[in-house]
């Protein structure tokens, strides 16, 4: 899970090459296919991550296109 968090910080704080949705979409796939092998419910896992990018200040890419996942 450390692997997906850690990716996901790093492309909501600028680095990476011509970062696409897609690739977002695949670390939290693969961020997501870990918690649920580590027995967290997605839920748990959407809730930490709206909070660690509630942090980053003004818009955040990542965070618009996780937006629908973390929809309650």
């Known amino acids: 899970m450390a ?9 909501a704080a600028g680095f990476g090459y011509e ?4 690739d977002v979409l695949d670390a939290y796939g693969a961020l997501a296919d870990a918690a649920v092998a580590t027995g967290m419910e997605c839920d748990e896992l959407n809730k930490r991550l709206r909070a660690q990018f509630a942090d980053f200040p003004g818009h955040s890419f990542v965070a618009t296109v996780l937006a629908h996942h973390w929809a309650v």
């Open 19 to 22: 970062i696409t949705g897609s």
């Open 3 to 11: 692997c997906g968090t850690a990716a996901l910080h790093w492309m």
